[in-house]
Nanobody, 122 residues
Framework: VQLQASGGGLVQAGGSLRLSCAAS????????MGWFRQSPGKEREFVGL????????IYADSVKGRFTISRDKAENTVYLQMNSLKPEDTAVYYC????????????????WGQGTLVTVSS
């Protein structure tokens, strides 16, 4: 599976952005797609995930209620809609593919997109 992320950019606090992650290859119902982010000097952290088959989601507490993950099975694409953005959301965002299903541990993700930078100005 190869992943191609896009949609990052510069936005003011309170604004919105939508990230996309297009996957090539076969994705099965038992798989999951996740979003992680990494800020300078910090470890990569879990943002959220979606179970490919059921479409159910899990979010980190820091983004719950502001971020929404969805997927388009026909397009093999997962989206991260980010609303009410805060300066602390500034990071490089990565999408990942987990063949083992839902997990908030990045070690469970076998394939990663190239990362897309989101900068939120105050």
């Amino acid at each position: 599976v190869q992943l191609q992320a896009s949609g990052g950019g510069l936005v003011q606090a309170g604004g919105s952005l939508r990230l996309s992650c297009a996957a090539s290859g076969r994705i099965y119902s038992s798989h999951a797609m996740g979003w992680f982010r990494q800020s300078p000097g910090k470890e990569r952290e879990f943002v959220g995930l979606i179970r490919w088959g059921a479409g159910t989601t899990i979010y980190a507490d820091s983004v719950k209620g502001r971020f929404t993950i969805s997927r388009d099975k026909a397009e093999n694409t997962v989206y991260l809609q980010m609303n009410s953005l805060k300066p602390e959301d500034t990071a490089v965002y990565y999408c990942g593919f987990s063949p083992r299903g839902a997990s908030w541990y990045d070690r469970e993700y076998s394939f990663w997109g190239q990362g897309t930078l989101v900068t939120v100005s105050s």
